[in-house]
């Protein structure tokens, strides 16, 4: 267990496993459509999980990267990666932190957190929800 009630950043307890979004209570980091490049409000919560990363040196983040339905299932997936990789850049050029200690992969459309699969017509801002990166504690 990494995260303790009662720290500066008012942390739950967390292990591996859990998502750092969720158990710091941070706005999730959101991709315009079809890019990769990490956007101002990103750099916001960014800034607070190299917060943590730096208060716990033998924490480890897999920074899991995702896509909206439009577009195909290979490109996404492409897109995917490459925006988990921006993500880990951004952390290691910006926040300091040892590439060692991040992993990173690209899960395309495959874990949509809503219903706007393919052919199912949604709202802009219901396809950014599913433009997002994750970041699950892994050691």
Not at 66 to 74: I, K, P, Q
Not at 116 to 139: P, Y
């Given at each position: 267990?990494?995260l303790?009630?009662?720290?500066?950043?008012?942390?739950?307890?967390?292990?591996?496993?859990?998502?750092?979004?969720?158990?710091?209570?941070?706005?999730?980091?959101?991709?315009?459509?079809?890019k990769?490049?990490?956007?101002?409000?990103?750099?916001v919560?960014?800034?607070?999980?190299?917060?943590?990363?730096?208060?716990?040196?033998?924490?480890?983040i897999?920074?899991?990267s995702?896509?909206?339905?439009?577009?195909?299932?290979?490109?996404n997936?492409?897109?995917?990666?490459?925006?988990?990789?921006?993500?880990?850049?951004?952390?290691?050029?910006?926040?300091?932190?040892?590439?060692?200690?991040?992993?990173?992969?690209?899960?395309?459309?495959?874990?949509?957190?809503?219903e706007?699969?393919?052919?199912?017509?949604?709202?802009?801002?219901?396809?950014?929800?599913?433009?997002?990166?994750?970041?699950?504690?892994?050691?």
């Open positions: 267990m990494f303790n009630a009662g720290n500066d950043l008012g942390v739950v307890a967390a292990g591996v496993g859990s998502d750092l979004f969720e158990v710091l209570g941070l706005n999730p980091i959101y991709f315009d459509l079809d990769d490049k990490i956007r101002n409000d990103a750099e919560e960014l800034r607070k999980v190299v917060a943590v990363l730096k208060k716990y040196p033998s924490m480890k897999d920074v899991r995702h896509t909206d339905s439009r577009a195909n299932d290979a490109y997936m492409d897109l995917s990666n490459r925006r988990a990789q921006s993500t880990i850049a951004w952390l290691v050029e910006n926040g300091g932190i040892e590439a060692s200690r991040l992993s990173g992969q690209g899960y395309g459309e495959t874990q949509l957190v809503n706007c699969a393919n052919g199912v017509d949604c709202s802009e801002g219901k396809h950014q929800l599913n433009r997002r990166s994750e970041f699950i504690i892994v050691e």
